[in-house]
Nanobody
Framework: QEQLVESGGGSVQAGGSLRLSCVLSTYTYSHNLMAWFRQSPGKEREGVAAIDGNGATTYEDSVKGRFTTVRDNAENTLYLQMNSLKPEDTGMYYC???????????????????WGRGTEVTVSS
Protein backbone atom coordinates (compact mmCIF):
# COMPACT_ATOMS: atom_id res chain seq x y z
CA GLN A 1 0.00 0.00 0.00
CA GLU A 2 1.32 3.39 -0.98
CA GLN A 3 2.35 5.62 1.89
CA LEU A 4 3.01 9.33 1.64
CA VAL A 5 4.97 11.25 4.25
CA GLU A 6 4.97 15.04 4.29
CA SER A 7 7.56 17.24 5.96
CA GLY A 8 8.78 20.82 5.88
CA GLY A 9 5.99 22.61 7.67
CA GLY A 10 6.64 25.17 10.35
CA SER A 11 5.98 28.69 11.57
CA VAL A 12 7.01 31.70 9.51
CA GLN A 13 6.17 35.37 9.31
CA ALA A 14 4.14 36.80 6.46
CA GLY A 15 6.28 37.20 3.37
CA GLY A 16 8.43 34.21 4.25
CA SER A 17 8.93 30.92 2.43
CA LEU A 18 8.68 27.22 3.14
CA ARG A 19 9.29 24.13 1.06
CA LEU A 20 7.15 21.10 1.74
CA SER A 21 8.21 17.60 0.75
CA CYS A 22 6.15 14.48 0.20
CA VAL A 23 7.99 11.18 -0.07
CA LEU A 24 6.26 8.18 -1.62
CA SER A 25 7.01 4.75 -0.19
CA THR A 26 6.69 2.97 -3.55
CA TYR A 27 6.81 3.87 -7.23
CA THR A 28 3.20 2.85 -7.82
CA TYR A 29 1.87 6.39 -8.15
CA SER A 30 5.10 8.31 -8.61
CA HIS A 31 4.32 9.15 -12.27
CA ASN A 32 0.62 9.78 -11.75
CA LEU A 33 -1.45 12.80 -10.85
CA MET A 34 -0.48 14.16 -7.45
CA ALA A 35 -1.70 17.15 -5.50
CA TRP A 36 -1.36 19.27 -2.40
CA PHE A 37 -4.43 20.02 -0.32
CA ARG A 38 -4.74 22.21 2.73
CA GLN A 39 -7.25 22.54 5.50
CA SER A 40 -7.28 25.89 7.21
CA PRO A 41 -8.94 26.45 10.60
CA GLY A 42 -12.70 26.59 10.20
CA LYS A 43 -12.58 25.81 6.48
CA GLU A 44 -13.04 22.76 4.32
CA ARG A 45 -10.10 21.02 2.73
CA GLU A 46 -9.16 22.58 -0.59
CA GLY A 47 -6.73 21.74 -3.34
CA VAL A 48 -3.93 24.23 -3.85
CA ALA A 49 -1.57 22.64 -6.37
CA ALA A 50 -1.53 19.59 -8.62
CA ILE A 51 0.86 18.03 -11.11
CA ASP A 52 -0.17 15.34 -13.57
CA GLY A 53 1.72 12.53 -15.23
CA ASN A 54 2.81 14.81 -18.06
CA GLY A 55 4.14 17.44 -15.69
CA ALA A 56 1.28 19.87 -16.26
CA THR A 57 0.47 21.89 -13.16
CA THR A 58 -2.69 23.46 -11.80
CA TYR A 59 -2.91 26.01 -9.00
CA GLU A 60 -5.72 27.40 -6.94
CA ASP A 61 -6.22 31.08 -7.72
CA SER A 62 -5.06 32.41 -4.35
CA VAL A 63 -1.65 30.73 -4.63
CA LYS A 64 -0.87 31.36 -8.29
CA GLY A 65 2.46 33.08 -8.69
CA ARG A 66 3.46 32.21 -5.12
CA PHE A 67 3.40 28.40 -4.93
CA THR A 68 5.18 25.96 -7.22
CA THR A 69 4.93 22.18 -7.18
CA VAL A 70 7.55 19.98 -8.77
CA ARG A 71 8.21 16.26 -8.82
CA ASP A 72 11.61 14.61 -8.45
CA ASN A 73 11.13 11.16 -9.93
CA ALA A 74 14.64 10.05 -9.01
CA GLU A 75 13.92 10.68 -5.35
CA ASN A 76 10.24 9.71 -5.57
CA THR A 77 9.38 13.02 -3.93
CA LEU A 78 6.85 15.77 -4.55
CA TYR A 79 7.69 19.30 -3.46
CA LEU A 80 5.66 22.43 -2.81
CA GLN A 81 7.65 25.64 -2.76
CA MET A 82 5.66 28.34 -1.02
CA ASN A 83 6.81 31.95 -1.30
CA SER A 84 5.32 35.25 -0.16
CA LEU A 85 3.32 33.42 2.45
CA LYS A 86 0.22 35.06 3.91
CA PRO A 87 -1.61 34.42 7.19
CA GLU A 88 -4.47 32.90 5.17
CA ASP A 89 -2.07 30.19 3.99
CA THR A 90 -2.08 28.80 7.53
CA GLY A 91 -3.32 25.24 7.76
CA MET A 92 -2.52 21.56 7.57
CA TYR A 93 -1.06 20.60 4.21
CA TYR A 94 -1.57 17.13 2.77
CA CYS A 95 -0.17 15.48 -0.30
CA UNK A 96 -2.23 13.00 -2.26
CA UNK A 97 -1.62 10.55 -5.09
CA UNK A 98 -4.06 9.29 -7.67
CA UNK A 99 -4.30 6.16 -9.79
CA UNK A 100 -5.01 8.43 -12.75
CA UNK A 101 -2.43 10.13 -14.90
CA UNK A 102 -4.46 13.32 -15.17
CA UNK A 103 -7.87 14.80 -14.50
CA UNK A 104 -10.01 17.69 -15.68
CA UNK A 105 -10.78 18.27 -11.99
CA UNK A 106 -7.46 17.78 -10.22
CA UNK A 107 -8.77 19.25 -6.95
CA UNK A 108 -11.57 16.73 -6.59
CA UNK A 109 -10.48 14.81 -3.49
CA UNK A 110 -12.32 11.62 -4.46
CA UNK A 111 -9.90 10.84 -7.30
CA UNK A 112 -7.01 10.46 -4.87
CA UNK A 113 -6.49 7.09 -3.28
CA UNK A 114 -3.42 7.71 -1.15
CA TRP A 115 -2.98 10.49 1.37
CA GLY A 116 -0.31 11.61 3.78
CA ARG A 117 -0.94 12.58 7.38
CA GLY A 118 -0.12 16.23 6.78
CA THR A 119 2.36 18.85 7.86
CA GLU A 120 1.32 22.02 9.62
CA VAL A 121 2.04 25.50 8.30
CA THR A 122 1.51 28.60 10.43
CA VAL A 123 1.98 32.08 8.98
CA SER A 124 1.90 35.00 11.39
CA SER A 125 1.26 38.62 10.46
Amino acid sequence: QEQLVESGGGSVQAGGSLRLSCVLSTYTYSHNLMAWFRQSPGKEREGVAAIDGNGATTYEDSVKGRFTTVRDNAENTLYLQMNSLKPEDTGMYYCAASRFLSSNSPFRASIYSAWGRGTEVTVSS
